[in-house]
């Protein structure tokens, strides 16, 4: 069996210094990249009152920003709320993303 001896202790330490920050600073950067975009992206909405005669159509139309896909934003509103299905109903509460040119 092979033994190791260590020559320069403060260096070998100096060593090992560097490397356990080294494994640290990767982790760090790797474990909060994942949050990055959640942390910077806080998605804003509006609470709108369905009203009778409303659809998603309809208020998507209304909110959309100009140029802005009108089923992508039926979708949106759909995911914000849990909806599976395309019925609202007069009285329901629903929240409506917001973008800054939509206004």
Do not use: C
């Amino acid at each position: 069996m092979k033994k190791y001896v260590i020559i320069n202790p403060r260096r070998f330490f100096t060593f090992l210094t560097f490397v356990f920050m080294f494994i640290f600073i990767i982790l760090f950067v790797f474990l909060n990249s994942a949050k990055v975009h959640s942390s910077i992206y806080e998605p804003k909405y509006e609470e709108y009152y369905v009203l009778e005669g409303d659809s998603l159509w309809n208020i998507s139309t209304k909110y959309k920003p100009e140029g802005y896909d009108i089923r992508k934003m039926i979708y949106e509103i759909k995911e914000l709320n849990n909806i599976e299905t395309g019925y609202i109903y007069p009285g329901e509460s629903i929240k409506v993303p917001i973008y800054d040119s939509s206004r």
